[in-house]
């Protein structure tokens, strides 16, 4: 799995290199946590595949 992910940040609003911020292991699969460089957005994929709106939370 790759420790980056090019992506457009819509905050933003051009592509971004997102960072791997964190990552767990659930029975759904491998959820990643990624993050924006330059802003506080970020999102969840779990086995990069699904895409969720990052809370923290979740
Ligand atoms: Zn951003």
Known sequence: MSLELDRE???C???KTF???AAMEMH???KVK???PDCEY???RIDD???TDADASA
């Open 9 to 11: 940040c819509p905050v």
């Open 13 to 15: 609003g051009e592509p």
């Open 19 to 21: 960072y791997r911020a």
């Open 28 to 30: 759904l699969g491998t």
């Open 34 to 36: 990624w993050h924006c």
């Open 42 to 44: 970020g999102f969840v």
């Open 49 to 51: 595949a699904v895409d």
